[in-house]
């Protein structure tokens, strides 16, 4: 479990942090290095906005619905514009897929392009910008498949299992960037005096069994029996005593957050009105997968790992089960069982 900084991450920044890890991989461009500066750039230009919204009169609806039927906020709209300006431009990617986009995002003709590709959610959890609760922006990073020079939609339909790279930034009481590129789980805490991420979660384990479960229980009479009799046996007290806590906040960025630093699970369910449950695979659920496993958690669908689950539409959602290992295996136990 994460203890707080130590005197040895002090003072290492974001860029000197994965360029360090890029400079031990023989052939390493700087693409990646240079990807991710563009990304930490764009976390902090939404950032700014996110923390003056009501002064910078961006918040409430613009009236608009996006591709998934929900209602566009001004700072969906602001960090979409934002992420695709601060990456399109550096010649590391040839295609980019976000939540708020019905189809792929292509490089412009003007830039060049690289072999990468981005996949987002540019504010996670919008629902909750009016009430400042905790927001966030997703990431997820693959290599190109195609050749030539634009990349396409089979670039973006990819396995999670084949991901270089995850994260997200969560906008809370402090800014927060989460990122693995495979090898462990690591934080960065903006500095707002500065401008700069530094180290301060290094190497972030998951707990394998935690003391909480985060689901939406307004959503008790649309799930089937195995769901129902899951969440019942977290309010059962334990051979402790004690029942399992629930706390869901309604941004997957925050409850992932808290999941993968205290333990515990996160489950957004199939249910009767989201039969293919309700969070989004590429933009969401996959990339949080690869976290929770880089921390040494877990990620399931309800029968297999989110990893392994292939896409055949941008947009295709899923349903997560997400946290400590052994939390997430005792859901899919009783969901097999039922
Ligand atoms: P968004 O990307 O449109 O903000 O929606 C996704 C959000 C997640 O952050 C959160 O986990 C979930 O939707 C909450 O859904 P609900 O309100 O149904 O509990
Ligand atoms: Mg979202």
Redesign the pocket.
């Known amino acids: 479990m994460y203890t707080g900084p130590t005197s040895t991450t002090q003072g290492i920044t974001l860029e000197r942090h994965i360029l360090e890890r890029q400079l031990s991989i023989p052939g390493a461009t700087g693409d990646f290095t240079g990807l991710f500066q563009q990304i930490a750039l764009a976390a902090k230009l939404i950032n700014s906005r996110v923390r003056s919204a009501g002064l910078a009169g961006v918040l409430g609806l613009t009236g608009d619905t996006n591709v ?1 039927g ?1 209602e566009v906020t001004k700072l969906d709209i602001f960090a979409n514009n934002v992420l695709v300006r601060s990456v399109e431009a550096g010649g590391h990617l040839c295609v980019m897929a976000s ?1 708020e986009n019905e189809g792929i995002i292509p490089i412009p003709d003007r830039f060049a392009t690289g072999k990468y590709v981005l996949m987002f ?1 540019p ?5 909750n910008i009016d009430v400042d609760i905790n927001i966030g922006t997703i990431f997820s990073i693959h290599r190109r498949l195609t050749t030539g020079r634009h990349g396409g939609e089979a670039d973006c339909l990819q396995r999670g299992a084949s991901q270089v790279a995850a994260g997200y930034v969560i906008y809370g009481s402090s800014t927060v960037l989460v990122y693995t590129a495979g090898q462990g789980v690591h934080g960065f805490t903006l500095d707002p005096a500065v401008g700069e991420f530094f180290l301060s979660h290094e190497n972030i384990r998951i707990p394998t069994k935690g003391k909480i479960y985060s689901v ?1 229980e ?2 008790t009479y649309l799930w089937s029996e195995g769901v129902r009799r899951w969440v019942e046996g977290m309010k059962t007290p334990g051979p402790d005593g004690k029942p399992y806590s629930a706390r ?1 906040v ?4 925050a ?1 992932f957050h808290r999941t993968l630093l205290k333990g515990g699970v996160f489950a ?1 369910p199939a249910d009767q009105k989201n039969p293919q449950g ?2 989004r695979l590429l933009y ?1 659920a996959a990339p949080m997968a690869m976290l929770a496993e880089a921390a040494g958690g877990a990620a399931s669908e309800g029968s297999r790992r989110v990893m392994e689950v292939v896409p055949t539409s941008l947009h295709q959602r899923v349903p997560l089960y997400i946290g400590s290992s052994e939390d997430v295996a005792a859901a899919e136990r009783l969901l097999r069982e039922t």
Do not use: R
């Not at 504010?123 to 629902?127: A, T």
């Open positions: 998934q929900e939540e959610d504010l996670d959890g919008s629902s939406n307004g959503n869901y309604g941004s997957l960025v409850d957004y309700k969070l969401e």
